[in-house]
């Protein structure tokens, strides 16, 4: 391209034929010939074509440059890409293995039920719909697995088993408004019932008399009483809020299940007869 528009070979070719046409026209017209008339006619003439021809040629070189600048950067902006995907890949694996691994040393060192025999199990699928609050875990009847065993994870009580298969077995959340467990809510032995309301809503705290002191974040646990379907001590959830509205004869108290559906993915199945 630069061959095309070499300016000083085109400057010189235009001073020739403009140089040649004055001195057709003087000799023409009788006059004479003067050398510095001549050059200063030529410099007149050529001048303002070079000038022109600059202009013309400046902005088709531009263009060819930043053709070639365009698709360069263009490239170079598709391999970043690239680049900046991989890394997103890579990091959203490496947060993947290390929740999975997170999950998998709290099992490995629960604080509670540490005397019931269980079965490890992984969470497969999800199945919350408007009929039921579930999940499906890879272990079953096979291994011991029974209607209502408690699962838990490493953070507390994730719900009881409702259905079960040779290899398979369906799990109750307890935000499920058919769930329900008897909690402790202090030491003295004072009880009450939690209860699943639906998805994205805390359980709610049933029987509580009108005075009964709760802080913000307190833990309660599995009761454990006489006929309850749960081992003591498992921790349920963490008390949101309590008040008691006007003229109620109870609190109104929310409870936050502790266990945190959307990373679960591994359980332990409590092998648990109640009153056994």
Do not use: C
Not at 40 to 60: E, K, M, T
Not at 99 to 114: D, G, M, Q, R, T
Not at 122 to 137: A, C, K, R
Not at 153 to 176: F, H, I, K, Q, Y
């Amino acid at each position: 391209m630069g061959r095309l528009f070499e300016r000083p070979r085109i400057t010189v070719l235009l001073t020739m034929l403009v140089s040649l046409t004055l001195l057709t026209l003087n000799f023409r017209g009788g006059g004479t010939l003067s050398f510095v008339s001549v050059k200063g006619d030529v410099r007149q003439v050529v001048s303002p074509l070079r000038d022109s021809l600059n202009s013309a040629i400046d902005p088709v070189a531009n263009f060819f440059s930043g053709a070639f600048e365009y698709s360069s950067i263009k490239k170079k902006n598709s391999e970043l890409e690239k680049e900046i995907q991989g890394l997103k890949g890579e990091s959203y694996s490496y947060g993947s293995l290390k929740n999975e691994l997170s999950n998998i040393l709290a099992l490995n060192h629960l604080s509670f039920a540490l005397s019931l025999p269980s079965v490890d199990a992984q969470v497969i699928n999800f199945t919350p719909s408007n009929v039921q609050l579930s999940f499906e875990i890879n272990k079953g009847s096979s291994v011991g697995i029974k209607l209502g065993d408690p699962v838990v994870s490493g953070a507390g009580l994730a719900g009881r088993v409702v259905e079960v298969a040779g290899n398979s077995a369906t799990v109750l959340m307890l935000t499920d408004p058919s769930f329900s467990a008897g909690v402790r809510i202090s030491p003295s032995g004072t009880a009450a019932l939690a209860q699943g309301q639906g998805p994205g809503l805390p359980m709610k705290l049933l029987y509580v008399n009108p005075g009964t002191t709760f802080t913000k974040n307190q833990v309660l646990t599995t009761s454990g009483l006489q006929g309850e379907i749960f081992p003591a001590g498992i921790p349920v959830g963490k008390v949101t809020n309590a008040s008691i509205p006007p003229g109620s004869l109870e609190e109104n108290v929310d409870v936050q299940p502790v266990v945190n559906y959307s990373s679960l993915q591994y359980v332990k199945v409590l092998l648990w007869t109640p009153g056994g």
